[in-house]
């Protein structure tokens, strides 16, 4: 099978993962609200996959962001890519048309659903398998768990069935590595009962090799190896920022140290 | 009326392929021959009722109707942050069809009751809840419901309610909207005094204390079938009516109370007396029998 791979250069990718850090600090201090950690750490995997898939493919995919605290991440991915602006433009206003702090499904076509619950995206994104299975449909059903959410039991329920029906999901983990979390290790467990790819989300070889996962027919498991508030030196892997909304002499500070980590 | 819906819908899945079962580890004799026939729209998926409901509002998403079908308190109040959110909140319409209804497994103590599932789905807004009075009524609203693919819930009762047990009352007429479902039905003496009427929600109301001396004294009884918007306003119409008024809920009353009082408005007319019989909330914790469980505690709340 022909390997495929993205076409933007590893240095666009860095300014598009730049300006995405960058909107997404300054949306939370705008707004006062947000999980900058989660949505900073997924963000360096989803956007390269989501520019794959929507710019330079118009691949027919569907999402679920099961640790929905980081439609940040989403929100500002989509506006950067310009997708839709709604969301990023409306995010957490407090007006009537503004969007919550949780994935809502009105902000994207290929949302599955609207999350923010743990626990409960990897269930829901089973069934809608299920049924582009029973249409004899290829098209993937991804589904973003945190590595804390992990330690919800639908997740294991989930997974007793996903291998054996062998639906066609691409289960992706924001593994940040939340010091919060880190007394299970929840990665070495996944390891031993299913087969897992270990990648690392700040290197263009494997976000590329995730992309001819995505593509390929069946089940997948991509831990990708992140930090929270990812690119931002000195404030990664702090706990405190898992919902910590930057002050302005904060934000100041952190804009000040972003740098984008993407290797070959 | 468990076996004769579960045995209705392996018939109806066959003529329709847009209709999946998921069984929690229950059903799976009655439905074994359909499991084997279509396989691929009866899964025994196993006990992980939270997840199930997750599978079944992704399997509705991908433009399927699932059934959901298992023990109520597994259902309702172990997977009931999955029914609020993954059902209600998301529109994935669905059918939980559950078994045991408040206290049909008596016998098996606290963790195999639950008199409160009707009002805690009231509570997140579950549009379509329902408990037929016999099997015969239970297959029309399965085939309403299978028709409309509505977000519903069917309590499934070991009980059944024998109308011929009282012959002083007869079938009387009454207007609903959804021609098609009997929401409630009325049955009235020949007398048309307005003076007693009684109102059952569901058909484990006859084992609550009082429950037959006052069908036996009432000039009306109403049977409620079916919880939903129009069945409040038309039965509010109906109690209006009425002098007196008895209300038998065999389950927490709660939510079905607070939305009649609210759609009431005004106590200027009639009726003068509302009173409503309902089970004491309590963990029962011997082998008691159904019908006792309901005659030993039944509790009277006066609310006008």
Request: with cysteine.
């Amino acid at each position: 099978m022909k390997e495929i791979h993205l076409n933007i250069s590893i240095n666009e990718m860095k300014n598009l993962l730049y300006e995405n850090t960058c909107k997404i600090l300054k949306k939370a201090n705008e707004v006062n609200a947000g999980h900058i950690g989660g949505s900073l750490s997924m963000s360096q995997f989803l956007l390269p996959i989501i520019y794959y898939l929507e710019i330079e493919e118009n691949f027919n995919y569907r999402i679920i962001l099961s640790k929905g605290h980081a439609s940040l991440g989403l929100y500002s991915i989509l506006d950067l890519l310009n997708i839709n602006k709604r969301p990023f433009n409306n995010y957490c206003t407090k007006k009537s048309d503004s969007f919550h702090g949780h994935t809502c499904s009105k902000s994207f076509n290929k949302l599955i659903s609207s999350s923010g619950s743990l626990g409960h995206g990897l269930p829901i994104a089973m069934g809608f398998a299920y049924t582009q299975q029973l249409k004899k449909s290829n098209i993937p059903v991804i589904c973003i768990l945190g590595d804390g959410e992990l330690q919800e039991g639908t997740l294991w329920e989930s997974l007793l069935h996903i291998f054996k029906m062998k639906l066609n999901i691409k289960i992706l983990i924001d593994f940040n590595n939340s010091i919060e979390t880190n007394t299970i290790k929840v990665d070495k467990v996944v390891k031993d009962i299913v087969k897992t790819n270990d990648f690392s989300a700040h290197s263009y070889s494997d976000i590329n090799k995730a992309i001819n996962l995505i593509s390929f027919i069946g089940p997948e498991i991509i831990i990708f190896r992140t930090k929270k508030l990812a690119n931002v030196s000195s404030y990664e892997s702090k706990p405190q920022w898992h919902a910590g909304i930057p002050n302005r002499v904060e934000l100041s500070d952190m804009l000040k140290k972003v740098s984008i980590s993407l290797e070959d | 009326m468990r076996n004769k819906l579960l045995k209705t819908i392996s018939n109806k899945i066959i003529l329709d392929n847009k209709l999946i079962v998921l069984l929690g580890d229950l059903g799976v004799f009655q439905m074994r021959e359909a499991m084997n026939n279509r396989p691929s729209q009866v899964i025994n998926f196993g006990i992980m009722e939270q997840t199930m409901i997750g599978f079944s509002a992704g399997i509705a998403k991908g433009g399927y109707y699932p059934i959901i079908y298992s023990i109520t308190p597994f259902l309702v109040d172990r997977a009931y942050e999955q029914i609020k959110l993954d059902l209600i909140y998301n529109n994935s319409n669905a059918l939980i069809l559950s078994a045991g209804a408040s206290f049909d497994y008596s016998t098996l103590g606290p963790t195999h009751h639950c008199p409160h599932d009707i009002t805690n789905l009231l509570s997140i807004k579950h549009p379509f809840l329902s408990h037929p009075f016999t099997k015969l009524q239970s297959v029309k609203i399965l085939n309403y419901i299978l028709q409309h693919k509505k977000q519903a819930y069917i309590r499934i009762s070991s009980s059944e309610l024998d109308i011929s047990e009282y012959p002083n009352l007869k079938k009387s007429e009454h207007n609903s909207k959804e021609k098609e479902l009997l929401i409630f039905q009325k049955f009235s003496t020949n007398s048309y005094k307005t003076n007693k009427l009684v109102i059952l929600f569901g058909p484990d109301s006859i084992f609550l204390r009082n429950c037959n001396y006052q069908i036996n004294k009432c000039d009306s009884l109403i049977t409620v079938s079916v919880i939903n918007e129009l069945m409040f306003s038309d039965l509010v119409k109906e109690i209006k009516k009425y002098k007196e008024v008895f209300i038998f809920i065999p389950y927490d009353p709660a939510q079905v109370i607070l939305k009649l009082i609210s759609k009431i408005k005004s106590f200027e007319d009639y009726p003068s007396s509302i009173l409503l019989f309902h089970p004491k909330a309590n963990f029962y914790d011997n082998s008691y029998e159904k019908k006792d469980i309901f005659q030993f505690n039944t509790e009277e709340t006066r609310i006008i």
